[in-house]
């Protein structure tokens, strides 16, 4: 089984057309989604659409339940709460349903994913550290876990000896008796310094994982935010992967 695994979309139409052509050559089977498919940019209904007609399973982002009115604006700084309610007012109530019913995890024979955390996943969690790693690890049965929520690619390791070690770059072959919990970035919006969308491609017969990078027209999606009247700080930071 080749899986393909992406996540935090947010919105953004360029970026998910750009990741779905890259996915085209890679031969995958069955597509999921870490949720974040709204948020930010300016197509909120048409990346709907798109991941509800390309993903088996789609899991909920904190950005998705927001906009359904199941998580607390308070969370959100000012970019991103003026984000939600402009996206609440362009999406249908039948997206808002569909937001809403999406599920915190989900897990098969091969993983488990999540948006954040396994520890407390209807919080949304970061997973920036060790500490917060060696929480997961210890909710994990499985070998490997898959989140977004960072926009940041990487990916903690916890060894035979239950040591946990982190690597910023995506690239491996599952190892006997380690676990992994591995972040696969952003299509929509990356904070890791490389502005190009990310996608993750898992191969259960090879056990390999690996996140790729692809362009997009970073300049369409930039003048769709500005024309929609979202802050421009969302559109700038598109350029610059931050």
């Known amino acids: ?19 779905i052509k890259a996915y085209k050559a ?5 597509y999921l989604c870490l949720g974040d498919v709204v948020g930010y940019g300016a ?15 789609i899991i909920a982002g904190n950005h998705d339940w927001a906009t359904a009115g199941l998580f607390s604006l308070e969370y959100f700084n000012d970019w991103a709460r003026k984000a939600v309610l402009w996206t609440q007012e362009k999406i249908d109530l039948a997206n808002r349903n569909f937001l809403a019913a999406l599920r915190l995890v989900y897990k098969n024979e091969d993983l488990v994913m999540v948006h954040g955390s396994l520890n407390q996943p209807e919080e949304f969690n ?15 049965k499985e070998t490997i876990c898959f989140i977004g929520h960072t926009h ?20 491996f072959k599952l190892q006997e008796k380690c676990r992994y919990i591995v972040n696969v970035g952003s299509v929509g919006q990356p904070r890791d310094g490389n502005n190009k969308a990310s996608f993750c491609i898992f191969d259960t017969k090879k056990q390999t994982v690996v996140v790729k990078r692809v362009n997009y027209d970073i300049k369409s999606a930039q003048g769709k935010i500005i024309a929609a009247g979202l802050p421009s700080f969302l559109a700038a930071r598109l350029a610059t992967g931050r």
């Open 43 to 57: 197509n909120p209904a048409e990346c709907i659409q798109i991941t509800r007609d390309l993903a088996r399973i």
């Open 26 to 30: 890679e031969g995958i089977d069955t």
């Open 126 to 140: 970061y997973m920036t550290d060790f500490s917060e790693a060696s929480k997961a690890f210890s909710l994990m």
């Open 152 to 171: 940041a690619v990487g990916v903690f390791i916890q060894d035979k000896q239950q040591r946990i070690d982190y690597q910023g770059k995506v690239g």
């Open 1 to 19: 089984m080749r899986w393909g695994i992406f996540s935090d979309i947010h919105s953004n139409l360029e970026a998910l057309e750009a990741v």
